[in-house]
T-cell receptor, first 117, second 112 residues
Framework: GAVVSQHPSWVICKSGTSVKIECRSL??????MFWYRQFPKQSLMLMAT?????????EQGVEKDKFLINHASLTLSTLTVTSAHPEDSSFYIC?????????????FGPGTRLTVL | AQSVAQPEDQVNVAEGNPLTVKCTYS??????LFWYVQYPNRGLQFLLK??????LVKGSYGFEAEFNKSQTSFHLKKPSALVSDSALYFC??????????FGTGTRLQVFP
């Protein structure tokens, strides 16, 4: 149980286009979803925390207009990278916590590799 | 501020030998500590966590970690390494009950 999926697993796009990444909890309802960014050979950096039905909370230094997060249901959160540029190329990972479950358990998706040309 | 440090970028060990991946933490209050493993181009897999109770925590795949309050450490250990254990390992601390703060990661290389 507690499986989190991401789609797509990898995407290549042209500079200036927007890319949407989906994060789904497959077998549980997620009260909170997190979006992380990971540069090559570096750690995960939390970008934002999203709660179903409310606005996402962004970490300091993360542009909310650049990285749009929508958490429309208890099983789906989306991250849209708007007007993507090469510096946005990265590995994006989401995680989710179970509604009513231990608050400290985060279940991670497999990640999405974004390459902006 | 909560933080974790992983002082080693890479740890090399021969298959069958014991392994240790180091982690130290800095927190205010009680620490909630985690270890995750990441295989290439994959998300993170949970290994184990310390919330309270016994200082020695046993987790997945034969891994364990020892919480040492006096040394503010939470080192990951395994008695006998496997080649398949080769991966990137992250220590993390929970901040404000919901945010995970990750260390920089340690690459474990197990040689046959």
């Amino acid at each position: 149980g507690a499986v989190v999926s991401q789609h797509p697993s990898w995407v290549i796009c042209k500079s200036g286009t927007s890319v949407k990444i989906e994060c789904r909890s497959l077998d549980f309802q997620a009260t909170t979803m997190f979006w992380y960014r990971q540069f090559p050979k570096q750690s995960l950096m939390l970008m934002a925390t999203s709660n179903e039905g409310s606005k996402a909370t962004y970490e300091q230094g993360v542009e909310k207009d650049k990285f749009l997060i929508n958490h429309a249901s208890l099983t789906l959160s989306t991250l849209t990278v708007t007007s993507a540029h090469p510096e946005d190329s990265s590995f994006y990972i989401c995680s989710a916590t179970i509604a009513g479950g231990p608050w400290n358990e985060q279940f991670f998706g497999p990640g999405t590799r974004l390459t902006v040309l | 501020a909560q933080s974790v440090a992983q002082p080693e970028d890479q740890v090399n060990v021969a298959e069958g030998n014991p392994l240790t991946v180091k982690c130290t933490y800095s927190v205010s209050g009680n620490p909630y500590l985690f270890w995750y493993v990441q295989y290439p181009n994959r998300g993170l897999q949970f290994l184990l966590k310390y919330i309270t109770g016994d200082n020695l925590v046993k987790g997945s795949y034969g891994f364990e970690a020892e919480f040492n309050k006096s040394q503010t450490s939470f080192h990951l250990k395994k008695p006998s390494a496997l080649v398949s254990d080769s991966a990137l390992y992250f220590c993390a601390v929970l901040h404000n009950t919901d945010k995970l703060i990750f260390g920089t990661g340690t690459r474990l290389q197990v040689f046959p």
